[in-house]
């Protein structure tokens, strides 16, 4: 089991990758947390780091943070390409069947 650190990967079982952005030193309980976020998302999430391995496997480390841009605009591309397609095939429909109630 790797120990998570700054700019890694990690991804869950639902195929959601998350980018770790920092982990704290223990409180006096001795408990240690974590930050991380999901690629394409500007929420941050705080967890016990013990919660977060047992919820995550390690993908890989980050070189740089352009990395992370470039991998975050792939997936907001994706998601705007498919809202492109969706937003046609409404007007599509939305054409047809105006065609459908003049006839």
Do not use: C, W
Not at 68 to 78: T, V
């Amino acid at each position: 089991m790797r120990n998570p650190q700054r700019n890694d990967v990690y991804i869950n079982a639902d195929g959601e990758k998350v980018v770790v952005n920092n982990v704290m030193a223990a409180n006096p309980a001795g408990v240690q947390f974590l930050e991380y976020k999901s690629i394409g998302s500007p929420e941050l999430h705080f967890v016990p780091v013990q919660e977060f391995v047992e919820q995550f496997e390690f993908v890989e480390t980050f070189a740089s943070f352009d990395i992370y841009i470039e991998e975050r605009n792939k997936i907001l591309q994706a998601k705007e390409e498919e809202e492109a397609r969706e937003a046609l095939i409404r007007k599509q429909a939305k054409e047809e069947a105006a065609t459908a109630i003049k006839r």
